[in-house]
């Protein structure tokens, strides 16, 4: 079966192998090993990982877990082909399950992080996770307030690409087939840009999703996005930030999306 592995995860989402005496300096404490690594978990929203082989042990406080270092469990649980999965919970005192598949793990995550952890991402397929963020952190808001009459009548065209450095597109969805279509795109994806990305069949099936929940909600969506699409050239790391927004014109509901890159974006900080 082999030695296992004991990792930390902070609420960074940064990882710490266990008894690492860097980890014990930085939090100023004399504790050390597993004394340390029980006191982070309980205390500081750490995760515990330990496996060897398939196996995996997650420990975690569902109620101190933060954003990044859910998004860097998620990434780590949903990357490997774990089976079976123990899930050790700190509750009202520790209790332990056993599962078959890290989406189980996800899910049963999912129901128990308190709801304002609004940056934990979204796992809608394995190599695409996206994270909502505060308007006010997006640095497409200030562009998206200033654009909002080009945008809702597309008349200017050159104007969008100009401020969106071509990176947008306005689309609906079919009334008859109910598939999205998109009918302007910014001079960035009239090339093999979008194409390339939406070669890749889970990608596409998330760009349509997210497009389909933002047409529901009625509200504008402002997230970080961190996928691997698969092209004609391999795979490719995209990490941007999106906007979408609904709007009424031609008589039907459109949907405006515009994006910039931002390489700071990692949800993928895993052991």
């Given at each position: 079966?082999?030695?296992f592995?004991r990792?930390?995860?902070?609420?960074n989402?940064?990882s710490?192998?266990?008894?690492d005496p860097?980890?014990?300096?930085k939090?100023?404490?004399?504790?050390?090993g597993?004394e340390?690594a029980?006191?982070?978990?309980?205390?500081?929203g750490y995760?515990s990982?330990?496996?060897?082989?398939?196996?995996?042990?997650?420990?975690?406080?569902?109620k101190?877990?933060?954003?990044?270092?859910?998004?860097?469990?998620?990434?780590?649980?949903v990357?490997?082909?774990?089976?079976?999965?123990?899930?050790s919970?700190?509750?009202e005192?520790?209790s332990?399950?056993?599962?078959?598949?890290?989406?189980?793990?996800?899910?049963?995550?999912?129901?128990?992080v308190?709801a304002?952890t609004c940056a934990?991402?979204?796992?809608?397929?394995e190599?695409?996770?996206?994270?909502?963020?505060?308007p006010?952190?997006?640095?497409?808001?200030q562009t998206?307030?200033?654009?909002?009459?080009?945008?809702?009548?597309?008349?200017?065209?050159?104007?969008m690409?100009r401020?969106?450095r071509?990176?947008?597109?306005?689309?609906?969805?079919?009334?008859?087939?109910h598939?999205?279509v998109?009918?302007?795109m910014?001079s960035?994806?009239?090339?093999?840009n979008?194409?390339?990305?939406?070669?890749?069949?889970?990608?596409?099936?998330?760009v349509?999703?997210s497009?389909h929940?933002?047409?529901?909600?009625?509200?504008?969506?402002?997230?970080a996005i961190?996928?691997?699409?698969?092209t004609?050239?391999g795979?490719?790391r995209?990490?941007?930030h999106r906007?979408?927004?609904?709007?009424?014109g031609?008589?039907?509901?459109?949907?405006f999306?515009?994006?910039?890159?931002?390489?700071?974006?990692?949800?993928?900080?895993?052991v």
């Open positions: 079966m082999g030695d592995e990792w930390l995860i902070d609420r989402g940064d710490w192998r266990h008894g860097r980890l014990s300096r939090l100023g404490t004399t504790l050390a597993k340390l029980l006191f982070t978990v309980a205390n500081m995760v990982l330990e496996y060897s082989g398939t196996r995996l042990h997650v420990r975690c406080r569902p101190r877990l933060g954003a990044l270092t859910l998004a860097s469990l998620y990434y780590f649980v990357d490997h082909s774990w089976s079976p999965i123990a899930l919970l700190l509750l005192q520790w332990t399950r056993i599962f078959p598949q890290g989406c189980q793990v996800i899910d049963a995550l999912a129901r128990l308190p304002d934990a991402p979204k796992v809608l397929f190599n695409i996770l996206s994270s909502p963020v505060a006010e952190r997006s640095p497409l808001l998206v307030r200033a654009t909002l009459p080009v945008i809702e009548d597309t008349a200017d065209i050159a104007a690409n401020l969106f071509g990176r947008w597109s306005i689309g609906h969805f079919d009334a008859d087939t598939r999205f998109f009918d302007h910014g960035a994806f009239t090339g093999s979008l194409i390339e990305t939406l070669w890749d069949s889970d990608y596409a099936a998330w349509e999703r497009r929940a933002a047409l529901e909600s009625n509200e504008p969506v402002f997230e961190d996928a691997v699409v698969t004609s050239m795979a490719e995209l990490r941007y906007v979408m927004r609904t709007f009424r031609s008589g039907r509901s459109s949907i999306s515009a994006s910039v890159d931002d390489s700071s974006i990692n949800f993928r900080k895993a």
